[in-house]
């Protein structure tokens, strides 16, 4: 779960998202992607534990609609967010920055890994080069020992290790969502596809 949701905010949040009318638990996953923008979803299990809370707590009540269950608030889920609406104007400019933050690191995740495939496009091109050159009996500047790998293909080892390695470490770092995941999963796909081109 997003950090701006910490400390029972999220409970806070679908209050407010129920006042605006009855939902079904996937409406109020799809409505906080929106809200994230795509960056952030919860998933089931971290939305219908706090429905089933709040139906306890009678704040909100669920009646069965196509076979799901959908939930609309009550007088005392109102009450309470009348009691607590400094908390969630104070949240909703958290969940502003926070959308900011999580746009801009997948703003650097892409632009990060766009520098590595054109560096690794470059390498690929000078390594294939080279490749044609050997097989047809061109020399090879500078020519490579026997028994010693390519400099170029050592460096784009190291520079592999290296890339994984500090993606991996982004990742973890900033601890991302599902749905964060996904769209550096993609990211990572495109760049898989691109090489695929450049080596056809």
């Given at each position: 779960m997003t950090?701006v949701?910490s400390?029972?905010r999220?409970?806070l949040?679908?209050?407010?998202l129920?006042?605006?009318g009855p939902?079904?638990?996937y409406?109020?996953?799809?409505?906080l992607?929106d809200?994230f923008?795509?960056l952030?979803?919860?998933?089931?299990?971290?939305?219908?534990?706090?429905l089933?809370?709040?139906e306890?707590e009678?704040l909100v009540t669920h009646t069965?609609?196509?076979?799901?269950?959908?939930y609309d608030?009550?007088?005392?889920g109102?009450?309470?967010?009348r009691?607590?609406a400094d908390?969630?104007?104070?949240?909703?400019?958290?969940?502003t920055a926070?959308v900011?933050?999580?746009s801009?690191?997948a703003?650097?995740?892409?632009?990060e890994v766009?520098g590595?495939v054109?560096?690794?496009k470059?390498?690929l091109?000078e390594?294939a080069?080279?490749?044609r050159?050997?097989?047809?009996g061109?020399?090879?500047?500078?020519?490579?020992p026997?028994?010693a790998?390519?400099p170029?293909?050592t460096e784009?080892d190291?520079?592999?290790a290296?890339?994984t390695?500090?993606?991996?470490?982004?990742v973890r770092?900033?601890?991302?969502?599902?749905?964060q995941?996904?769209?550096?999963?993609?990211?990572l796909?495109g760049?898989?596809d691109?090489?695929?081109?450049l080596?056809?």
């Amino acid at each position: 779960m997003t950090a701006v949701f910490s400390h029972g905010r999220l409970r806070l949040y679908l209050l407010k998202l129920l006042d605006d009318g009855p939902k079904h638990g996937y409406e109020l996953i799809r409505l906080l992607e929106d809200r994230f923008l795509g960056l952030y979803a919860p998933s089931a299990g971290t939305i219908y534990p706090r429905l089933q809370r709040l139906e306890v707590e009678g704040l909100v009540t669920h009646t069965a609609a196509g076979g799901r269950k959908v939930y609309d608030i009550t007088e005392a889920g109102r009450a309470e967010l009348r009691q607590r609406a400094d908390e969630l104007a104070t949240l909703e400019a958290d969940i502003t920055a926070s959308v900011q933050d999580l746009s801009t690191l997948a703003g650097e995740i892409q632009t990060e890994v766009r520098g590595s495939v054109r560096d690794l496009k470059r390498e690929l091109r000078e390594a294939a080069r080279q490749t044609r050159q050997a097989r047809w009996g061109r020399p090879v500047s500078p020519p490579a020992p026997a028994t010693a790998a390519s400099p170029l293909l050592t460096e784009f080892d190291q520079r592999l290790a290296a890339f994984t390695m500090e993606v991996g470490g982004l990742v973890r770092a900033h601890r991302l969502s599902d749905n964060q995941l996904r769209t550096a999963i993609r990211v990572l796909d495109g760049a898989l596809d691109g090489l695929r081109r450049l080596l056809r």
